[in-house]
């Protein structure tokens, strides 16, 4: 019967070569997640950009009809004061009608230099928009390709990928709570993803700095969990070196 430490080092050890595997399929893909992800991102930026542009457009034309409406209302003024101007009874009285169409034409002038402003910015603006639209589609266009890519590794993968993660799912069940948040801890920290390791030729798989011989003993013996003192790995286990006896020397034949 194994000790209750060999079956927990047995397990960790297990979810750690299926964590190993699902690695190797994503190594495969290398950046292009990634890559498509960012691009997603930014074309999701573009298009936000691209949303406040045709507002402000919006915006701006609305400030356009609100100068027309007030060029009319200008000019029903002045019909008005025009003929209220030909009925005046004094000097006062045409006085003051002049000044108020004096200062309706200044309204309705403002009101052109305005919108003659306003235009030349909306005609910026659509500028911007054409820019935009150009560098929106040259980053569509990537995004597209390294999708295919990485739709092509993906399904390369899938199958395998799948399996794996349903093994993993099983495998995890088998490793008590407090040991798996260790290991996804170390496995975080670890470049090579490597949370659980054998030591190999007297070194830590994980590190490679020697491990010393007593504790090679310990962890042959399993009765305790034992971590690499350098970089804090798990050591589930000691592999064995397999000796290659020599080959026996081919006598020479005397002439």
Known sequence: MESPVAQKLEAILNLQNIDSRLDAIFKVRGALPEEVQDLEDEIIGYETRLSKFNADISSMEDEIKKYKDAIKDSEK??????DQQMNVRNNREYDAITKELELQDLE?????????????????????????????????????????????????????????????????KKVEERLIKSYDKIRINAKNGLAVVLVKRGACGG???????????????????????????????????????????????KK
């Open 207 to 253: 590190c490679f700095n020697i491990v010393p011989p007593q504790r090679q003993a310990e962890i042959r013996e399993r009765k305790k969990i034992i971590v690499c003192e350098h970089c804090g790995r798990i050591l589930a286990g000691v592999e064995d070196e397999i000796v290659e006896e020599p080959k026996p020397k081919r006598k020479r034949s």
């Open 108 to 172: 309705i002038q403002v009101s052109k230099k305005k919108i003659t402003e306003t235009q030349v910015r909306i005609e910026n603006k659509e500028k911007d928009i054409a820019d935009l639209n150009e560098i929106l589609k040259d980053r569509q266009k990537d995004l597209d390709q390294k999708k295919g890519e990485l739709d092509t590794i993906v399904s390369e993968s899938e199958n395998e990928e799948k399996k794996l993660r349903n093994e993993r799912e099983k495998a995890a």
């Open 77 to 82: 003024l002045i019909k008005k004061y025009q």
